[in-house]
């Protein structure tokens, strides 16, 4: 089962307290009594048609300000006719024959998109230098349709819809309060009706399709797979699925359902939060530490999957020996099957760094800012063009989100070559290149020093941040590292700690008050070493 992933932020990323995360998951077709090319066949036709429509009345569309429904309704009244009106460009209903109107709909929204983003690449490109060559419209796409509830997608045995009763009163009459109220009802009776299709696809896995089929569309019988319907009843009925997508992959087809969850992030103060702080390396996968303000670190972990990347690299031999002897054209099929590989690779790294992080409850993951741009040394060419760093943090960055954990960077300057304890630099071992000597002696391990680093960069960077210039000017005169970000270790933020924390006020010691309630639950649960003495007698 395949998995996507969309965050739609509310507001910034500094102040974002809740988000909406769309998940889509992949249901394969086991059987389906019609052929479904012809399906996805008109679909494309339609869409190169509306696009070249769409494009050559792109002045009208975009003068249309309103919103993106009245410039559908636009496209719609030139292509598509009836009684009371003429089409200008008749040739779409002649052509596509029955066409549904949800799904026509559909690929004009889809063929309004399309144009709009060429027309956003053509004026980029003339901001430019000019040196590429101009991006073009591509009117052929690979794309296929979207099954539309009642209209195009049935599942079968599900049980009557549930309804909410239309409100008396006109929308624009509504109060704000009522407005939420109504919001909240239709989202509930979208729910129910989710659950109740989830739950008769696990007892029948059985939908009817609205394809094309013998000039004419009609509807068919699909069986989804058994498994794929039960880990969505198993974990997605707390979501309302959308409408269901075509899709080809492998030369299989399958219905992608998307889900949409409303997460509320962490909220913890910056003095109690603790973090998880991730060093992504291509020798060890991912090296993670739990760092709490005061630089206390709480437990570490090394994340090495040692039987894939030894997969990967024998894949990667396979493909260097058949290339030598046949060319890089007929390897297609090889670099497809290594990048599966490195795919899952990455899945696995970012699904074991959110689950430490959700074992010691942190607040925070926080990566390096990692880009690498320009020349690569030849030696380690291959494995830096392969290592999925930032598909890593895509990855880890919507699971962590539905978890609640916020996702933050920091830069990623020197934090290998800088020591912890704020010694200076380090010098790697030339037979151990993960084991780093400190200026004072002291062995330990490159990818944890750096693991420390990254943490303590993050926690320097919020506390300071808010400061006035005094308190920054004061801050850097005791603790001289903090001034440039790229300076500070672990031994810095451990000294800004104590600069910034009160003195502990000394207490004299007072008398000591027995509740002897208390006193007796205690002492009858443990062993008879002291037991009060009964009222009345005096020692």
Known sequence: MCESRTIELKNTLREVSALNITSSFQVRIVNCSVNLNDTVRIYQGALSYLIGIVNENWDAVKSITTGALEQRRYIEKLVHGNKNREAKYPEFDKKFRKYPSYLRRATITAAIGAVSSSRSNLANWENTDKQTAAPTLQI?????PTFFRDDMFEVEGA???????????????????????????????????????????????TVHLKVYHKSDWVWATVTLRKTDIAYLRKYWMHACASAPVLEKRFGKYSL????????????????????????????????????????????????????????????????????????????????????????????????????FAVLYSADVIVFEHLDFKGKKASSKKQKIQMWRKNGIQHIAEHKAHRCGIRISHICAWGTSKLAFDGSGKVTRAQNNHSLASFESGKQYNADLNACYNIGARYFIREVTKPMSKKAWSQCKAKVPDIERRTQCTLYSLKQLHSLLSPPMATQQPGPICWDYTVLRELCGRLTPMWRPMPSGIVS
């Open 140 to 144: 052929d796409r690979k794309a296929f």
């Open 159 to 205: 049980p009557e819809k549930v309804k909410v009763p239309k409100n008396p009163k006109a929308k624009d009459k509504l109060t704000p309060e009522e407005k939420k109220i109504e919001k909240e009802k239709h989202q509930a009776a979208q729910l129910k009706n989710s659950q109740n299709e989830i739950t008769a696809l696990n007892d029948k896995h």
């Open 256 to 355: 992608r359902f998307s889900f949409e969850e409303n997460i509320s992030l962490s909220k913890t103060p910056i003095k109690k939060q603790r973090i998880c702080a991730v060093d992504l390396g291509l020798n060890t996968d991912a090296t993670c530490c739990i760092m709490t303000a005061d630089g206390t670190i709480l437990a570490r972990k090394f994340i090495n999957f040692a039987s894939d990347k030894d997969h990967l690299y024998h894949v990667l031999n396979r493909i260097k020996k058949f290339q030598r002897l046949h060319g890089s054209r007929e390897a297609h099929n090889f670099w497809a099957y290594a990048k599966r590989i490195n795919d899952e690779l990455s899945k696995k790294i970012a699904s074991a760094i959110v689950e």
